[in-house]
């Protein structure tokens, strides 16, 4: 069974950092490209960051670069996202996602988790 699972989501003041994790199962994970993405209340979900299976990248949206850091370790199946300079706007829920395709078009991954809170408090 194809599987992804985030975690390390929670509350953040405003400045603070968070590090979310991703944990796949049931793919040859070296072959996937992983990114996140976000959806806060009443919004389409977004593509925040995403590092191809080849290594090429990462790739940010502007709104996170220089703040964001995404990573992968293939041997153990994990990829990880490092959140620095929070802001009260990076609230939402966070998705790792996975695609067999070097993309970093939300339609284009077809492998999803349940998402993880992340709350930015002012």
């Known amino acids: 069974q194809v599987q992804v699972v985030e975690s390390g989501g929670g509350l953040v003041q405003a400045g603070g950092s968070l590090r979310l994790s991703c944990a796949a199962s049931g793919l040859t994970f070296s072959s996937f490209t992983m990114g996140w993405f976000r959806q806060a209340p009443g919004k389409e979900r977004e593509f925040v960051a995403a590092i191809y299976w080849s290594g090429r990248g990462p790739f940010y949206a502007d709104s996170v670069k220089g703040r964001f850091g995404i990573s992968r370790d293939n041997a153990k199946n994990m990829v990880n996202l490092r959140m620095s300079s929070l802001k009260p706007e990076d609230t939402a829920v966070y998705f790792c996602?996975?695609?067999?395709?070097?993309?970093?078009?939300?339609?284009?991954?077809?492998?999803w988790g349940p998402g993880t809170q992340v709350t930015v408090s002012t």
């Open positions: 996602a996975g695609s067999r395709l070097l993309t970093t078009q939300r339609h284009q991954y077809t492998v």
